[in-house]
């Protein structure tokens, strides 16, 4: 009788540990599948992450929608990866993701705030340009406010060129994404304030001169800003009548015609502008100034005056 009661002990606990290991399996099994369907959700986010983010790099860099979605896509990744255990690797690859994603995301909007200000600033730079030119033939002082809201426009901008030494404000210009609407700026800068300088006082103007001269690398515009700060009117001469000349941007032609002028070469500011809008038709800056130097020759054709500015009007 003993033996038998020792034999249904044994068999009732051989029966408990078989329950018991029938019930961890059992719980194990359901781990590993939950294990399995939160690791499969998360690397199917991390799949639509890795595909946002190929789409937003490819979008234009002011468009930081694109990143809002990306960042999206991680956070549910993220979520799913918080409510229940996943593989390591994978929770390994979603940390590393995710570490790439943020920087990328904050660089890039960075870079969005930086596209929009450099817009911002071509556009400011273009006003500037258009409200002197309305106040060319008015009477009173245009040259000292136009003066003002350049220094303005630049030191908004972060480069404070009266204050900066020449090197380090053209080294900023030369950092810059626009750095050749800056350059051109400057030229024109240079014009205002070489018009508004008092007859025998210190030539300040040379100062944004220097400062454009040592942040372009166009060498046209160099042997120009040379001939202009030298006032060397022959070698000026010489620029207008090269055929390289006639194949320069539009910028480069009118601050050519601009500086043919400065020197009193009227005749040869309006010869060379006739030539230059033949390449540059559709300028509004060429068609203007051709019609501001008319103004200044000796006769006024106005006939030929209106027909420049009507054209210039055309393109605005």
């Known amino acids: 009788r003993a033996r038998r009661l020792t034999l249904a002990l044994a068999a009732a606990i ?15 099994a359901g781990r590993r599948a939950r294990v399995a369907r939160a690791t499969a ?10 595909s946002l983010r190929g789409a937003a790099r490819a979008a234009s860099v002011e468009d930081v929608a694109a990143w809002d979605k990306v960042r999206a896509a991680l956070e549910r990744a993220e979520a799913v990866a918080v409510q229940g255990d996943i593989e390591p690797a994978t929770r390994d690859r979603l940390a590393a993701l995710a570490a790439e994603v943020y920087d990328e995301d904050s660089r890039a909007r960075a ?3 930086q596209a929009a200000k450099d817009r911002a600033m071509v556009a400011w730079l273009d006003e500037i340009r258009l409200r002197a030119a309305d106040l060319w033939d008015t009477p009173g002082d245009f040259e000292g406010p136009t003066d003002a809201a350049y220094a303005a426009a630049f030191r908004d901008y972060g480069i ?9 404000a ?17 030229d024109d800068w240079t014009s205002v304030r070489s018009r508004g300088q008092p007859p025998g006082g210190e030539p300040v103007w040379r100062r944004l001169l220097d400062v454009a001269q040592a942040a372009d690398s166009n060498r046209f515009r160099r042997e120009l800003r040379s001939a202009r700060r030298e006032r060397d009117v022959e070698r000026a001469r010489q620029l207008a009548g090269s055929e390289e000349a006639l194949t320069l941007p539009a910028a480069t032609q009118e601050y050519l015609a601009s500086v043919l002028g400065s020197f009193g070469d009227v005749p040869g500011a309006i010869a060379y502008l006739e ?5 540059h038709p559709d300028d509004f800056w060429i068609h203007f100034n051709l019609g501001f130097w008319l103004t200044r020759s000796t006769p006024v054709q106005h006939d030929r005056v209106l027909e420049a500015c009507r054209v210039a009007v055309g393109h605005q």
């Open 14 to 28: 051989l029966l408990a540990i078989l329950a018991a290991g029938a019930a961890y399996l059992w719980i194990d």
């Open 41 to 50: 959700a998360v690397t199917h986010a991390l799949e639509d992450v890795a």
């Open 111 to 113: 870079a969005a705030a």
């Open 160 to 168: 404070e060129v009266d204050a900066l030494a020449p090197a380090e």
């Open 170 to 186: 053209a080294a900023r210009v030369r950092a810059t994404a626009i750095s050749e609407s800056l350059v051109i700026a400057l």
């Open 275 to 279: 030539k230059a809008r033949c390449h």
